[in-house]
Each structure stands twice: as C-alpha cells, then as structure tokens.
C-alpha cells in the first residue's frame, strides 16, 4: 500500500522566520512529489517534482526531491502571515493520475 | 472560468439517507476525482474516472457510488449515510499529466 507522511504535524513560526516541511514517501512505480497549499477551501498547486536533486523555485518558497532516500522538503523563507496554511504533500505512480497525500502540515505564521 | 463546481456546499443527513454530491468540471479534462478530507488524514481517494464510461476504485470506496455518462459530469453517491461518512468532500479534475488537480470549493457533509 503507498504511504505518504509528512513532518512535523503542526508548527508556529513568527513573520520573518523559515520554515522547512518534511515529506517521505513509499509509492510504487513513483513519478513525481507534488506540493499544494490548502488554506480556507479547496488545495492550490505549488510544485511537481520529477527528478532527483533539482530545486525548484516560486518566490519565497522553494523545494527538492531526493529519489534515493524517498523525502522531499519544501522550504520558506522570510514568513509571511499569509503563508498560514495546511501544506500538502502527494505521490504520484507512472501510470495514470491517482495521487496518493499525506496527512498535511499546518503552518501558522505569527505576526 | 468556471473551472470544478460542487453541489451543495453544506449538507447536513440523517443515518440511512441517501444523497448526491455533483460535480461538473468545464475544462475537457479526462480525468476526474472524489476526495475526502478529515482532520489529520489529508486527502484519501474514493473513486476516479480516466474518461467518460470509465470509472474505478481509489482508497476508501467503500459506502460511495459513482458514474460519468459525460466528460463533464462525475456524481458521487452515498446509498445509506453513516456518521462515518461526515467529512468534507472535495472533487477534482486533472487534464493529461501536469501534476496540477484541480479542486472543487468542497462540500461539508454530516451525518447524524
């Protein structure tokens, strides 16, 4: 059964700090890491990672996939309150679209 | 654009009551997705669908019924609420393999 877990479960961070979200994976036939972040209602896309080793950027938020130890962190600089949110993590397989979450971080930013 | 809507938004049923979330995607995407979402366990998959006339089987499919007679429409029913079954539902669609779902807004169910 794939499994997907994320770290830590919650965290309080005051504006201005960086924040660094865990996500270890066990997908069989895996194709890629995504990121969504999931304030009020429904998960907004961030990032999809494919391959090992390449960061990838928007702004203040960056993250990276290593295929070797099965994690992926996301990373957030200079906090803002509007970053307050459930950050999601999810595995995808090769073959078709089903993806598989983990349980979600909740970040609350102080300002 | 009216991307992925849900019907309702908030329902609330009693035990044994049947009903029907909708969902109409107006994107052309194939493929299309139910999931639900309860505190602490992310997101889990219940039924799927990679086209019209097509569906399958996701992580919790149990109690949920689904169909997609048009790419644009894929309900999900529930036979016989249970107060298992309180959670919030979201749909999604996805248009070839970016990565990228799309969601519904959600739908808050609860069953007493």
């Known amino acids: 059964e794939d499994k997907v877990v994320q770290s830590p479960l919650s965290l309080v961070v005051h504006e201005g700090d960086t924040v660094t979200l865990n996500c270890s994976y066990e997908?069989?036939?895996?194709?890629?890491l995504l990121w969504y972040k999931q304030e009020k209602k429904a998960p907004t896309f961030l990032f999809m990672l494919?391959?090992?080793?390449i960061e990838k950027k928007s702004g203040r938020l960056s993250s990276i996939l290593d295929k070797k130890e099965l994690f992926s962190i996301l990373n957030i600089t200079a906090t803002q309150t509007g970053d307050s949110a459930v950050y999601l993590c999810?595995?995808?397989?090769?073959?078709?679209?089903?993806?598989?979450f983990g349980g979600g971080t909740r970040v609350l930013v102080k300002p | 654009n009216a991307g992925v809507t849900q019907t309702p938004k908030f329902q609330v049923l009693k035990t044994g009551q049947s009903m029907t979330l909708q969902c109409a995607q107006d994107?052309?995407?194939?493929?299309m997705s139910w999931y639900r979402q309860d505190p602490g366990m992310g997101l889990r998959l219940i039924h799927y669908?990679?086209?019209?006339?097509?569906?399958d089987q996701g992580e919790v499919p149990n109690g949920y019924n689904v169909s997609r007679s048009t790419t644009e429409d894929f309900p999900l029913r529930l036979l016989s609420a249970a107060p298992s079954q309180t959670s919030v539902y979201f749909c999604a669609s996805q248009g070839g393999y970016t990565g990228e779902l799309f969601f519904g807004e959600g739908s808050r169910l609860t069953v007493l």
């Open positions: 669908s990679v086209g019209a006339g097509i569906t």
């Open positions: 494919t391959s090992s080793g």
């Open positions: 999810a595995g995808s397989k090769a073959a078709g679209n089903k993806l598989t």
């Open positions: 997908v069989t036939n895996f194709r890629s």
């Open positions: 994107m052309n995407h194939e493929y």
